[in-house]
């Protein structure tokens, strides 16, 4: 389905109202799904990812203007099958209604929760990861029996026409929908649930504009996400998760290596790894099919602005790997690249970079890092590269963070069993695991009267057996 805006036709919020209505209309009349029927949903979806995996390689290949089919098969389909077959395995223990513990005095009686389906679940997806950051959120929304509208980024148009084409290959409009338009008409509807996966600024826009109608918000947004190198650390095993983390997808990752932590002895041994361990990884440099162009020109330019700005206020700007000149081959491509000497002024140093730069800070002592990432808002990811000693264990317990992963980066999103999101500035709520089935779903208490209960007995006319019971049970 695709809503263009037109003085001629309906505004994109009254299409939008108009499929939300019909959507809900649709729940109601339906109710909620059953397990076999959920299943069944996801099994579809499913089947359609993997026999549609070369469409979605081309599309997302198209979008980016070059972007690692192998990379996109990973990150992309792989990881929302594999978090389709979790739920599958799974929904029967998550719809299971769950006792609760009732007080002494209504003993006879029993409490319990029902998970119950919100309605209509919107979803407002980044270009990023396109499909996986888009159909996450509309599995979770599924196997919690919601009915659900998508609305992706405009910057990948290859890949939402597929969607839209999955998506209508496989649901009914009233249950499933692919929409595009404009992003604030869509926040602003009166959703039962809204999931939002972008920018921080963005994120704060869509929360306000969500409030107007009292909707719940799942925020996933990003930030600066730190990785601390311990010192004596900087092997060859800790240096390549980094440039793993940090280039997979050319940096394009919410969750990447924002910026490396190292200690000062260790700077120079880490900088001349990472650019050999780069050249290791792309041995035919910028220019290869495994390594990612920037999505457009737009974030290619600013990605410009960020490495003039840290220059002209004296860092060092030091391109790494094979050929790193031959990035300008390649439309919007960059090539990867260390800052060293960044400082509080450069922009650098307060953005989220979302591309192949890694800005390296050296640090003396352990809690000398650590302040330095709680000075600033919590990020959504943070990474630790150590022994399990005393300095983790400080940097586990008195850092915070969306997530961890330890000795490695990335792989905590590929963790179906806990769940992800962001905290302050990073986000809010969590559509993993069986948090993200409760974030979409109404945890609806039950209580069953029993045949006799002691309360009865403190029912007017009061007397002296309501103080004898009162007293009891407030002994």
């Not at 009166?190 to 996966?197: A, K, N, Q, R």
Request: charged share 20%.
């Amino acid at each position: 389905m695709t809503l263009n805006s037109a003085t001629t036709t309906p505004t994109d919020r009254e299409l939008f109202a108009g499929l939300l209505s019909t959507q809900r209309s649709a729940f109601l009349r339906a109710g909620a799904p059953s397990l076999a029927a959920r299943r069944s949903d996801l099994r579809k979806l499913k089947a359609a990812l993997i026999s549609r995996r070369a469409d979605i390689e081309d599309a997302i290949n198209a979008d980016f203007g070059n972007r690692s089919r192998h990379e996109t098969a990973m990150m992309e389909v792989l990881g929302v099958v594999q978090g389709i077959d979790y739920l599958l395995r799974r929904l029967p223990r998550f719809m299971r209604p769950t006792r609760r513990h009732i007080s002494l005095s209504m003993r006879a009686g029993s409490n319990y929760i029902e998970y119950q389906p919100l309605g209509v679940v919107g979803v407002i997806s980044p270009w990023n990861y396109p499909v996986n950051l888009s159909l996450m959120p509309v599995v979770t929304a599924i196997a919690a029996g919601n009915r659900v509208m998508l609305k992706p980024s405009k910057f990948t148009p290859a890949t939402n026409a597929l969607l839209e084409s999955m998506i209508g290959e496989n649901f009914p409009e009233d249950q499933v929908a692919v929409v595009s338009g404009d992003g604030a008409a869509f926040s602003s509807l009166p959703f039962d649930h809204l999931v939002f996966t972008g920018s921080t600024a963005v994120g704060k826009a869509v929360m306000k504009a969500a409030s107007e109608n009292l909707v719940p918000v799942t925020l996933e947004l990003g930030g600066k996400s730190p990785t601390i190198v311990a010192k004596g650390r900087v092997q060859d095993s800790t240096v390549s998760s980094i440039v793993f983390g940090k280039l997979l997808s050319g940096g394009q990752t919410c969750i990447a290596p924002d910026y490396a932590m190292v200690h000062a002895t260790d700077v120079d041994t880490f900088v001349s790894s990472y650019d050999r361990l780069v050249k290791a990884a792309y041995p035919n440099g910028p220019t290869s099919k495994d390594y990612t162009s920037i999505v457009n020109e737009q974030q290619y330019s600013d990605l410009l602005e960020l490495l003039d700005d840290a220059r002209a206020r004296g860092a060092r700007i030091i391109e790494v790997g094979h050929r790193p000149g031959d990035a300008s081959r390649r439309p919007h491509t960059l090539a990867p690249t260390i800052v060293l000497g960044v400082t509080d002024e450069m922009r650098i140093s307060e953005e989220e970079i979302f591309g192949p730069i890694l800005p390296v800070f050296s640090y003396g002592t352990i809690d000398e890092a650590i302040d330095y990432v709680n000075d600033r808002p919590r990020p959504l990811a943070l990474y630790y590269f150590g022994r399990d000693d005393a300095d983790r264990r400080k940097v586990l317990e008195r850092t915070t963070s969306g997530n961890v992963t330890v000795n490695g980066t990335l792989m905590h999103v590929a963790q179906d069993d806990l769940p992800f999101g962001g905290v302050g500035d990073s986000g809010m709520g969590r559509y993993h695991g069986i948090e993200g089935f409760r974030a979409l779903s109404h945890p609806k208490g039950i209580f069953v009267q029993g045949r006799w209960s002691a309360l009865n007995l403190l029912r007017a006319p009061f007397g002296r057996r309501a103080d004898a019971l009162l007293n009891f049970f407030l002994r």
